[in-house]
């Protein structure tokens, strides 16, 4: 069994499971704690490592961090301390960690999960994975292989990011009903599928668990589908990718 150890930092908590490669599928519990705050490079290096002191895992490390990721440096803070800016996550992580860690953007994270087991498995062409949390993260397929860094999230909708428009977070913070949400979603959808006219858009997210609260308000032009493996997807993503480049 070839087993790979995923972690996930978001802007409120950090998980972590064991991911057996073969199935994508967690081996052990999925271990959790709240992001620090300030989120700090210090202070989320320190509690990443006190969260998996006790997976005891000697082998690929991968995390998911809410930044492009380029040359495992993190290029820009949306929902994460301003202080990563520049940072290079990678070595931080690595000697945090005393072992390598690959680090992805959060959203490629899940990208890869949904490529490799989960609901683009399989699908030709171009797949749009948007992750619906706190933010809005992008992932973009092309016959299952990343294209990195995609940032939809920051794409312009009636002169604000599309992230603060029709994020998750913006339906709780604002008390909208699925219905209102699901509107401005599909605005945020339109203009991605005017600029990239993808073959199916994947909604990822914690909150693709309640896809039948609100897909069948989004009339687009593009297939759209539920992803799969829900808030395991970006734990399960980067724990791959660490494997795949080791
Ligand atoms: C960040 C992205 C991230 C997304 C979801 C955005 O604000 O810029 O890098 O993927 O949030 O966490």
Do not use: C
């Not at 945020?188 to 308000?217: C, M, N, Q, T, Y």
């Amino acid at each position: 069994m070839t087993l790979s150890l995923g972690i996930d930092v978001g802007g409120s908590g950090i998980k972590a499971a064991i991911v057996d490669l073969a199935t994508g599928e967690f081996t052990t519990e999925r271990v959790r704690v709240e992001t620090p705050q300030p989120a700090t490079p210090d202070s989320v290096v320190a509690a990443t490592a006190g969260l998996i002191a006790d997976l005891g895992h000697d082998g690929p490390i991968g995390i998911g961090f809410p930044s492009p990721i380029v040359k495992g440096v993190t290029t820009l803070a949306s929902n994460i301390d301003p202080a990563w800016v520049g940072a290079h996550a990678e070595q931080l992580f690595s000697a945090g960690l005393g072992a390598p860690v690959r680090v992805i953007n959060d959203a490629d994270a899940a990208g890869v999960a949904e490529a490799r087991y989960g609901a683009a498995h399989g699908v030709e062409g171009l797949v749009v994975l948007l992750t619906l949390g706190t933010g809005i993260g992008s992932a973009l397929l092309y016959n299952g292989v990343l294209v990195p860094n995609t940032e939809m999230g920051h794409i312009q909708v009636r002169g604000k990011d599309a992230e603060h428009r029709a994020a998750a977070s913006v339906r709780e913070v604002h008390d909208l009903s699925w219905h209102h949400w699901a509107e401005r979603l599909q605005e945020v959808i339109e203009v991605i599928d005017h600029l990239f006219w993808p073959d199916l858009v994947l909604l990822g997210g914690g909150v693709s668990r309640k896809a039948d609260k609100f897909l069948h308000f989004l009339d687009v032009r593009p297939p759209l589908r539920a992803a799969a493996l829900e808030n395991r997807a970006g734990i399960v993503g980067a724990a791959t990718a660490a494997a795949d480049r080791a």
